[in-house]
Protein backbone atom coordinates (compact mmCIF):
# COMPACT_ATOMS: atom_id res chain seq x y z
CA UNK A 1 0.00 0.00 0.00
CA UNK A 2 1.48 3.17 -1.38
CA UNK A 3 -0.13 5.15 1.56
CA UNK A 4 -0.20 3.51 4.42
CA UNK A 5 -1.51 5.26 7.78
CA UNK A 6 -0.78 8.79 5.73
CA UNK A 7 -3.63 10.92 6.20
CA UNK A 8 -5.54 13.06 3.17
CA UNK A 9 -7.88 15.91 2.97
CA UNK A 10 -9.59 16.30 -1.06
CA UNK A 11 -11.86 19.00 -1.61
CA UNK A 12 -14.64 18.77 -3.62
CA UNK A 13 -14.43 15.01 -2.48
CA UNK A 14 -18.37 14.06 -3.02
CA UNK A 15 -18.24 14.05 -6.97
CA UNK A 16 -16.20 13.56 -10.05
CA UNK A 17 -12.13 13.15 -10.07
CA UNK A 18 -11.92 13.67 -6.38
CA UNK A 19 -14.35 11.13 -5.25
CA UNK A 20 -12.45 8.96 -7.43
CA UNK A 21 -8.87 10.45 -6.07
CA UNK A 22 -10.87 9.84 -2.01
CA UNK A 23 -11.67 6.13 -3.16
CA UNK A 24 -7.63 5.40 -4.52
CA UNK A 25 -6.08 6.85 -1.71
CA UNK A 26 -8.14 4.98 0.43
CA UNK A 27 -7.64 1.48 -1.06
CA UNK A 28 -3.92 2.54 -1.32
CA UNK A 29 -4.12 2.64 2.52
CA UNK A 30 -4.29 6.39 3.65
CA UNK A 31 -7.44 7.80 5.94
CA UNK A 32 -9.72 10.27 3.76
CA UNK A 33 -11.15 13.07 4.39
CA UNK A 34 -14.06 13.94 2.62
CA UNK A 35 -14.52 17.36 1.97
CA UNK A 36 -17.13 18.98 0.13
CA UNK A 37 -20.37 21.48 0.06
CA UNK A 38 -22.85 18.74 -0.10
CA UNK A 39 -22.73 16.70 3.06
CA UNK A 40 -24.83 13.66 2.09
CA UNK A 41 -22.94 13.37 -0.71
CA UNK A 42 -19.87 12.96 1.10
CA UNK A 43 -21.15 10.74 3.67
CA UNK A 44 -21.70 8.53 0.85
CA UNK A 45 -17.93 8.27 -0.20
CA UNK A 46 -17.31 7.67 3.65
CA UNK A 47 -19.50 4.91 3.84
CA UNK A 48 -17.85 3.33 0.26
CA UNK A 49 -14.97 3.98 1.73
CA UNK A 50 -15.52 2.53 5.22
CA UNK A 51 -17.28 -0.41 3.44
CA UNK A 52 -13.79 -1.15 2.04
CA UNK A 53 -12.88 -1.68 5.37
CA UNK A 54 -10.82 1.52 5.21
CA UNK A 55 -10.91 4.89 7.13
CA UNK A 56 -12.97 8.11 6.25
CA UNK A 57 -14.73 11.11 7.26
CA UNK A 58 -16.95 13.66 6.14
CA UNK A 59 -16.01 17.41 6.44
CA UNK A 60 -18.49 20.39 5.67
CA UNK A 61 -16.58 22.61 4.04
CA UNK A 62 -17.19 25.77 1.62
CA UNK A 63 -13.25 26.40 0.52
CA UNK A 64 -14.23 29.87 0.43
CA UNK A 65 -15.19 30.04 4.08
CA UNK A 66 -11.98 30.80 6.11
CA UNK A 67 -13.67 30.00 9.35
CA UNK A 68 -15.00 26.80 7.91
CA UNK A 69 -11.37 25.84 6.33
CA UNK A 70 -9.43 26.05 9.36
CA UNK A 71 -12.40 24.15 11.50
CA UNK A 72 -12.29 21.24 8.65
CA UNK A 73 -8.39 20.82 8.71
CA UNK A 74 -8.63 21.01 12.54
CA UNK A 75 -10.78 18.42 12.96
CA UNK A 76 -8.89 16.31 10.48
CA UNK A 77 -5.66 16.52 12.19
CA UNK A 78 -7.54 15.85 15.86
CA UNK A 79 -8.99 13.03 14.90
CA UNK A 80 -6.60 11.01 11.92
CA UNK A 81 -3.21 12.84 13.70
CA UNK A 82 -2.06 15.18 11.41
CA UNK A 83 -2.40 16.24 7.66
CA UNK A 84 0.42 14.32 4.75
CA UNK A 85 -1.92 15.17 1.32
CA UNK A 86 -3.90 17.71 0.70
CA UNK A 87 -5.36 17.78 -3.10
CA UNK A 88 -6.95 21.25 -3.18
CA UNK A 89 -9.61 20.01 -6.28
CA UNK A 90 -12.89 21.52 -5.34
CA UNK A 91 -14.04 23.61 -8.33
CA UNK A 92 -17.16 25.20 -10.72
CA UNK A 93 -17.06 25.56 -14.32
CA UNK A 94 -19.19 29.21 -15.98
CA UNK A 95 -19.47 29.05 -19.46
CA UNK A 96 -19.71 32.65 -21.05
CA UNK A 97 -18.11 35.19 -23.39
CA UNK A 98 -16.26 37.69 -21.39
CA UNK A 99 -18.30 40.64 -22.71
CA UNK A 100 -21.25 38.87 -21.02
CA UNK A 101 -19.78 37.83 -17.71
CA UNK A 102 -21.36 39.49 -14.41
CA UNK A 103 -18.37 40.45 -12.31
CA UNK A 104 -20.29 38.28 -9.59
CA UNK A 105 -19.22 35.10 -11.59
CA UNK A 106 -16.28 36.27 -11.85
CA UNK A 107 -15.00 36.66 -8.48
CA UNK A 108 -17.38 33.64 -7.77
CA UNK A 109 -14.98 31.46 -10.06
CA UNK A 110 -12.05 33.06 -8.75
CA UNK A 111 -12.28 32.27 -5.56
CA UNK A 112 -13.78 29.21 -5.44
CA UNK A 113 -10.08 27.69 -7.11
CA UNK A 114 -7.49 30.32 -6.03
CA UNK A 115 -8.47 31.44 -2.59
CA UNK A 116 -9.97 27.73 -1.66
CA UNK A 117 -6.53 26.22 -2.77
CA UNK A 118 -5.03 29.34 -0.60
CA UNK A 119 -7.11 28.25 2.71
CA UNK A 120 -6.36 25.38 2.31
CA UNK A 121 -2.71 24.79 1.49
CA UNK A 122 -2.29 27.15 4.66
CA UNK A 123 -4.45 25.53 6.66
CA UNK A 124 -2.50 22.13 5.97
CA UNK A 125 1.50 23.01 6.07
CA UNK A 126 0.01 24.49 9.81
CA UNK A 127 0.66 21.38 10.53
CA UNK A 128 2.50 19.76 8.10
CA UNK A 129 5.57 22.21 8.87
CA UNK A 130 5.80 21.51 12.55
CA UNK A 131 4.74 18.05 12.33
CA UNK A 132 8.28 17.71 10.47
CA UNK A 133 7.07 14.24 8.26
CA UNK A 134 7.24 16.82 4.92
CA UNK A 135 3.89 16.47 2.90
CA UNK A 136 2.48 16.46 -0.80
CA UNK A 137 -0.09 19.04 -1.78
CA UNK A 138 -1.81 18.76 -5.54
CA UNK A 139 -3.88 21.57 -7.18
CA UNK A 140 -6.07 20.12 -9.41
CA UNK A 141 -5.32 22.36 -12.31
CA UNK A 142 -6.47 21.43 -16.07
CA UNK A 143 -5.52 21.96 -19.79
CA UNK A 144 -6.76 25.09 -18.94
CA UNK A 145 -3.61 25.55 -16.90
CA UNK A 146 -1.75 25.89 -20.60
CA UNK A 147 -3.70 27.39 -22.97
CA UNK A 148 -7.20 29.24 -23.13
CA UNK A 149 -10.33 28.06 -24.77
CA UNK A 150 -13.46 30.42 -25.53
CA UNK A 151 -16.28 31.16 -23.34
CA UNK A 152 -13.84 30.10 -20.07
CA UNK A 153 -11.96 33.52 -18.83
CA UNK A 154 -11.56 33.29 -15.38
CA UNK A 155 -11.44 29.26 -15.18
CA UNK A 156 -8.13 30.06 -17.49
CA UNK A 157 -7.25 32.66 -15.37
CA UNK A 158 -7.58 30.52 -11.96
CA UNK A 159 -6.34 27.58 -13.61
CA UNK A 160 -2.96 29.04 -14.97
CA UNK A 161 -3.04 30.82 -11.16
CA UNK A 162 -2.23 27.53 -9.53
CA UNK A 163 0.44 27.19 -11.63
CA UNK A 164 2.13 30.13 -9.50
CA UNK A 165 0.72 29.26 -6.13
CA UNK A 166 2.16 25.72 -6.74
CA UNK A 167 5.65 26.99 -7.36
CA UNK A 168 5.86 29.14 -4.51
CA UNK A 169 4.96 26.45 -2.30
CA UNK A 170 7.40 24.48 -3.48
CA UNK A 171 9.33 26.85 -2.65
CA UNK A 172 8.60 27.75 0.43
CA UNK A 173 7.58 24.32 1.70
CA UNK A 174 11.23 23.13 0.71
CA UNK A 175 13.24 23.28 3.80
CA UNK A 176 9.96 21.41 5.61
CA UNK A 177 9.65 18.36 3.10
CA UNK A 178 6.44 19.39 1.52
CA UNK A 179 6.59 19.05 -2.03
CA UNK A 180 3.48 20.91 -4.37
CA UNK A 181 2.65 19.86 -7.95
CA UNK A 182 0.07 20.21 -10.42
CA UNK A 183 -2.38 17.85 -12.09
CA UNK A 184 -3.94 19.13 -15.74
CA UNK A 185 -6.75 16.91 -16.75
CA UNK A 186 -7.94 17.11 -20.32
CA UNK A 187 -11.92 16.37 -20.34
CA UNK A 188 -13.32 13.85 -17.71
CA UNK A 189 -16.89 13.30 -17.95
CA UNK A 190 -17.70 14.51 -14.76
CA UNK A 191 -20.79 16.55 -13.51
CA UNK A 192 -19.09 19.71 -14.43
CA UNK A 193 -18.34 18.34 -17.85
CA UNK A 194 -22.04 16.88 -18.32
CA UNK A 195 -23.28 20.17 -17.80
CA UNK A 196 -21.49 22.50 -20.05
CA UNK A 197 -22.18 20.52 -23.00
CA UNK A 198 -25.12 21.71 -23.64
CA UNK A 199 -24.11 25.08 -22.61
CA UNK A 200 -21.46 25.68 -25.05
CA UNK A 201 -23.83 23.90 -27.60
CA UNK A 202 -26.13 26.84 -27.18
CA UNK A 203 -23.44 29.35 -26.61
CA UNK A 204 -21.99 28.29 -30.01
CA UNK A 205 -24.98 27.40 -31.58
CA UNK A 206 -23.95 23.62 -32.47
CA UNK A 207 -25.21 20.62 -31.15
CA UNK A 208 -24.38 18.52 -28.15
CA UNK A 209 -22.48 15.65 -30.30
CA UNK A 210 -20.37 18.59 -32.13
CA UNK A 211 -19.07 19.73 -28.68
CA UNK A 212 -17.70 16.60 -27.96
CA UNK A 213 -16.30 15.87 -30.97
CA UNK A 214 -15.18 19.31 -32.35
CA UNK A 215 -14.09 20.73 -29.74
CA UNK A 216 -13.63 18.82 -26.10
CA UNK A 217 -12.16 15.42 -28.36
CA UNK A 218 -10.70 17.20 -31.24
CA UNK A 219 -6.86 17.78 -30.70
CA UNK A 220 -6.98 14.45 -28.48
CA UNK A 221 -4.43 11.79 -29.98
CA UNK A 222 -7.51 9.03 -29.98
CA UNK A 223 -10.44 11.45 -29.65
CA UNK A 224 -11.00 9.63 -26.24
CA UNK A 225 -12.26 11.69 -22.90
CA UNK A 226 -10.00 11.07 -20.13
CA UNK A 227 -11.46 9.22 -17.20
CA UNK A 228 -11.49 9.48 -13.27
CA UNK A 229 -9.17 7.19 -12.44
CA UNK A 230 -6.71 8.09 -14.95
CA UNK A 231 -6.77 11.10 -12.65
CA UNK A 232 -6.63 9.52 -9.66
CA UNK A 233 -3.85 7.78 -10.88
CA UNK A 234 -1.83 10.66 -11.53
CA UNK A 235 -2.74 11.98 -7.81
CA UNK A 236 -1.56 8.69 -6.23
CA UNK A 237 1.86 9.47 -8.08
CA UNK A 238 2.50 12.75 -7.05
CA UNK A 239 0.88 12.03 -3.64
CA UNK A 240 3.37 9.10 -2.62
CA UNK A 241 6.57 10.46 -4.04
CA UNK A 242 8.83 10.38 -1.37
CA UNK A 243 11.48 13.09 -2.19
CA UNK A 244 11.57 16.95 -3.57
CA UNK A 245 12.79 15.72 -6.78
CA UNK A 246 9.10 16.35 -7.82
CA UNK A 247 8.09 19.36 -6.73
CA UNK A 248 6.95 22.77 -8.42
CA UNK A 249 5.65 20.41 -11.95
CA UNK A 250 2.65 20.13 -13.23
CA UNK A 251 1.57 16.73 -15.28
CA UNK A 252 -0.84 17.07 -18.42
CA UNK A 253 -3.26 14.03 -18.64
CA UNK A 254 -5.37 14.83 -21.62
CA UNK A 255 -4.66 12.04 -24.37
CA UNK A 256 -2.21 14.49 -25.87
CA UNK A 257 -4.62 17.45 -26.35
CA UNK A 258 -2.00 19.50 -25.30
CA UNK A 259 1.44 18.50 -25.38
CA UNK A 260 4.41 20.47 -24.23
N1 LIG B 1 -14.11 17.25 -15.45
C1 LIG B 1 -13.13 17.76 -16.21
O1 LIG B 1 -13.10 17.61 -17.43
C2 LIG B 1 -12.01 18.54 -15.58
C3 LIG B 1 -10.89 18.83 -16.36
C4 LIG B 1 -9.85 19.55 -15.80
C5 LIG B 1 -9.93 19.97 -14.49
N2 LIG B 1 -11.04 19.68 -13.76
C6 LIG B 1 -11.06 20.14 -12.36
O2 LIG B 1 -11.25 19.04 -11.51
C7 LIG B 1 -11.86 19.50 -10.31
C8 LIG B 1 -13.05 18.59 -9.96
O3 LIG B 1 -14.00 18.72 -11.00
P1 LIG B 1 -15.04 17.57 -11.40
O4 LIG B 1 -15.05 17.50 -12.87
O5 LIG B 1 -14.79 16.34 -10.60
O6 LIG B 1 -16.40 18.28 -10.95
P2 LIG B 1 -17.67 17.80 -10.08
O7 LIG B 1 -18.68 18.87 -10.33
O8 LIG B 1 -18.00 16.38 -10.37
O9 LIG B 1 -17.12 17.89 -8.59
C9 LIG B 1 -16.78 19.12 -7.99
C10 LIG B 1 -17.03 19.00 -6.50
O10 LIG B 1 -16.59 20.24 -5.91
C11 LIG B 1 -17.54 20.62 -4.93
N3 LIG B 1 -17.45 22.06 -4.71
C12 LIG B 1 -17.82 23.05 -5.56
N4 LIG B 1 -17.65 24.25 -4.98
C13 LIG B 1 -17.16 24.01 -3.73
C14 LIG B 1 -16.79 24.83 -2.64
N5 LIG B 1 -16.92 26.16 -2.70
N6 LIG B 1 -16.32 24.24 -1.52
C15 LIG B 1 -16.22 22.89 -1.43
N7 LIG B 1 -16.56 22.05 -2.42
C16 LIG B 1 -17.04 22.61 -3.56
C17 LIG B 1 -18.88 20.18 -5.49
O11 LIG B 1 -19.85 20.08 -4.46
C18 LIG B 1 -18.51 18.84 -6.13
O12 LIG B 1 -18.68 17.78 -5.22
C19 LIG B 1 -12.21 20.96 -10.53
O13 LIG B 1 -11.22 21.79 -9.96
C20 LIG B 1 -12.19 21.09 -12.03
O14 LIG B 1 -11.91 22.40 -12.46
C21 LIG B 1 -12.07 18.97 -14.27
Request: aromatic share 6%; proline share 3%.
Amino acid sequence: MRLKNKVAIITGAASGIGKEIALVFAKEGAKVAIADLDLNQANLVVQEIQSMGRQAMPVVMNVIDEQQVQEGVDAVAKKFGGIDVLVSNAGIQIISPLEGLSYADWKKLLAIHLDGAFLTTRACLQYMYPAGKGGSIIYMGSVHSKEASVLKGPYVTAKHGLIGLCEVVAKEGAAHGVRANVICPGFVRTPLVEKQIPEQAKALNISNEEVIKKIMLKDTVDGEFTTTDDIAQVALFFASFASNALTGQSLIASHGWFME
